[in-house]
């Protein structure tokens, strides 16, 4: 007989916000099926003096199913990324050691996603951080609109799956815009299949950008074109991430030069690194951007949300918590894995 007790959460300093948002709705669906709530798991993280840090799982686990929660993007305590990745790593050997049943692992943003195939002789990456987590004896990756699918291929012994953001994203969209005269825009050709999804959700035109990058010189766009017609209409831009914000305040540009009207952009990953947040301002003040729709699976501070006009976070976490919860029972999670509920 299962209890709640054959469940443990926890997270490293980066997840502890989302971690604690699952919980909440974790221990709903525990209760609706008479099963005992739980607590996170009492864990301790350190960072020496030289950076090294150090992860310790500070009860028994042993014999349980383990879920670690880790937001590699939340630099907001002085953490790098690379920190993040490291404390995650470090806290999945911990719980290894501990004996536990099984290591499923939770992030949302997926580290190195954007290094998923060769150049030159650069290595993939996003590869060689699945390789870690499979010599450290993860069972289960639980991430959020994974940047290109044929990362799932980079594991040979984990179960990967990938939650969609569309599944809350549209609904926010349904409710809270005006769709009479949108249409549905990505910012780039790779992003063409997630609009897609908008658009014929929606039952609007899918317009596309065609953008080329440098790669010489970092966070470069070289060449920006429309294709389809967005004079006169609303554009919704949609995207897996926003990161320095290059592309999106080049592809709004883009989109106000052809004669776009209202124009509002939609991802699951907001990670507003450099000088995104001056760009989406400065996008706002002018009356470029009317709105960002993003989740809470990428942690910002209280503060930015509330002072933020153009930010609206949608929480995500009771969606996880659902897939964790049908993970632990034994439940089937495919209709959770569909862009809309069956
Ligand atoms: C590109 O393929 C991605 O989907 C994003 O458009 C891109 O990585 C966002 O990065 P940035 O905001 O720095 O342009």
Same mark, same amino acid.
């Given at each position: 007989?299962?209890?709640?007790?054959?469940?443990?959460?926890?997270?490293?300093?980066?997840?502890?916000?989302?971690?604690?948002?699952?919980?909440?709705?974790?221990?709903?669906?525990?209760?609706?099926?008479?099963?005992?709530?739980?607590?996170?798991?009492?864990?301790?993280?350190?960072?020496?003096?030289?950076?090294?840090?150090?992860?310790?799982? *500070?009860? #028994? @686990?042993?014999?349980?199913?383990? $879920?670690?929660?880790? +937001?590699?993007?939340?630099?907001? !305590?002085?953490?790098?990324?690379?920190?993040?990745?490291?404390?995650?790593?470090?806290?999945?050997?911990?719980?290894?050691?501990?004996?536990?049943?099984?290591?499923?692992?939770?992030?949302?943003?997926?580290?190195?996603?954007?290094?998923?195939?060769?150049?030159?002789?650069?290595?993939?990456?996003?590869?060689?951080?699945?390789?870690?987590?499979?010599?450290?004896?993860?069972?289960?990756?639980?991430?959020?609109?994974?940047?290109?699918?044929?990362?799932?291929?980079?594991?040979?012994?984990?179960?990967?799956?990938?939650?969609?953001?569309?599944?809350?994203?549209?609904?926010?969209?349904?409710?809270?815009?005006?769709?009479?005269?949108?249409?549905?825009?990505?910012?780039?050709?790779?992003?063409?299949?997630?609009?897609?999804?908008?658009?014929?959700?929606?039952?609007?035109? *899918?317009? #596309? @950008?065609?953008?080329?990058?440098? $790669?010489?010189?970092? +966070?470069?766009?070289?060449?920006? !074109?429309?294709?389809?017609?967005?004079?006169?209409?609303?554009?919704?831009?949609?995207?897996?991430?926003?990161?320095?914000?290059?592309?999106?305040?080049?592809?709004?540009?883009?989109?106000?030069?052809?004669?776009?009207?209202?124009?509002?952009?939609?991802?699951?990953?907001?990670?507003?690194?450099?000088?995104?947040?001056?760009?989406?301002?400065?996008?706002?003040?002018?009356?470029?951007?009317?709105?960002?729709?993003?989740?809470?699976?990428?942690?910002?501070?209280?503060?930015?949300?509330?002072?933020?006009?153009?930010?609206?976070?949608?929480?995500?976490?009771?969606?996880?918590?659902?897939?964790?919860?049908?993970?632990?029972?034994?439940?089937?999670?495919?209709?959770?894995?569909?862009?809309?509920?069956?």
């Amino acid at each position: 007989m299962l209890n709640g007790n054959g469940i443990c959460l926890m997270s490293c300093k980066g997840g502890e916000y989302f971690a604690n948002k699952i919980l909440f709705h974790l221990n709903t669906f525990l209760e609706k099926k008479d099963l005992d709530k739980i607590k996170l798991t009492k864990t301790s993280e350190i960072q020496f003096k030289n950076t090294e840090i150090k992860s310790n799982v *500070l009860e #028994s @686990i042993r014999g349980k199913d383990a $879920y670690i929660v880790q +937001d590699v993007t939340n630099t907001s !305590f002085g953490y790098s990324v690379n920190d993040n990745v490291m404390a995650l790593k470090t806290l999945i050997d911990s719980a290894r050691i501990s004996d536990v049943k099984r290591i499923n692992v939770v992030i949302p943003a997926y580290p190195y996603a954007r290094q998923d195939k060769p150049f030159g002789r650069e290595g993939i990456t996003a590869k060689l951080f699945a390789k870690e987590l499979e010599a450290l004896g993860v069972n289960t990756v639980i991430t959020l609109d994974i940047h290109n699918l044929a990362i799932a291929g980079f594991f040979d012994k984990c179960v990967f799956e990938n939650l969609k953001g569309f599944r809350d994203l549209i609904k926010y969209v349904k409710k809270e815009i005006d769709i009479t005269n949108l249409v549905v825009s990505s910012p780039d050709i790779g992003g063409l299949k997630r609009a897609e999804s908008f658009a014929s959700e929606l039952k609007v035109n *899918l317009v #596309s @950008i065609y953008k080329e990058r440098s $790669y010489v010189k970092l +966070d470069c766009i070289t060449k920006m !074109f429309v294709i389809g017609d967005v004079k006169n209409k609303d554009v919704l831009l949609v995207d897996d991430m926003v990161d320095t914000g290059g592309t999106l305040y080049n592809a709004i540009k883009t989109l106000k030069e052809k004669g776009a009207k209202n124009i509002y952009f939609a991802c699951s990953l907001p990670f507003f690194n450099g000088e995104c947040i001056n760009r989406l301002n400065k996008l706002y003040d002018n009356k470029i951007l009317t709105k960002v729709i993003t989740t809470n699976a990428v942690y910002h501070k209280q503060d930015f949300i509330e002072n933020t006009p153009w930010f609206n976070q949608i929480d995500v976490s009771d969606y996880f918590a659902k897939v964790i919860f049908n993970m632990h029972i034994g439940k089937s999670i495919s209709s959770l894995l569909q862009e809309i509920d069956n």
